[in-house]
């Protein structure tokens, strides 16, 4: 094996422990992406995440069904709304969550409802509040006439009120797709 200067200068078996630790350390590594990788669905699609997305399930997107989502962690925000006449409590995945089992990144999010209504939500939102993806109202699943499947809900309450109209904003209902820049 070519060495460089500065390895043959090490004892043979020091050598030897710096390449089996520099073997066992791209093993990991590849063994940690490979067993990141995101299941396919398996039942109705109802969020596809494109654009920059490092654990793809379907081509370059990572996809999900109702069933994956709910196997994430939940939150629930129990909030005063524009659309409810009275407080309600909505409950799902941290935004961030979805994006992490995605291997999302980039700056800016272009969330995209069924209808093709687009907003942009910026990547620090995801990071900064506790901005989650609502499958369940007051504990039913969100029907399509209920703003349904998802939902994107900010904790409106805890935004002063002069702040929070730009977090209703940003609140796509029908919620389709999601796309990383």
Known sequence: MNQ???????????????????LASLLAFFAANTASAMDKPA????????GKVSKPNQGKLAQFDLRMLE???????TVTT???????????????????AAGGS?????????????VEIPLSDALQHEVILALRLNGKPMA???KGPIFVI????????????????????????????
């Open 144 to 146: 399509a006439r209920d």
């Open 71 to 77: 196997a994430l962690p939940q939150v629930s925000h």
């Open 154 to 181: 900010y904790p409106y309450d805890k935004f002063a009120p002069d702040a929070v109209q730009r977090f209703y904003d940003r609140s796509v209902w029908q919620l389709d797709t999601l796309q990383l820049d």
């Open 4 to 22: 460089t200067p500065m390895m043959e200068k090490l004892p043979a078996a020091c050598r030897a422990l710096l390449q089996r630790v520099a």
């Open 82 to 100: 524009p659309w409810y006449p009275r407080k309600v409590t909505f409950r799902g995945p941290l935004l961030r969550d979805v994006l992490n």
């Open 43 to 50: 039942g109705k699609v109802i969020l596809t995440i494109s």
């Open 106 to 118: 980039g700056t800016r999010i272009k969330a995209i409802a069924i209808n093709d209504y687009a």
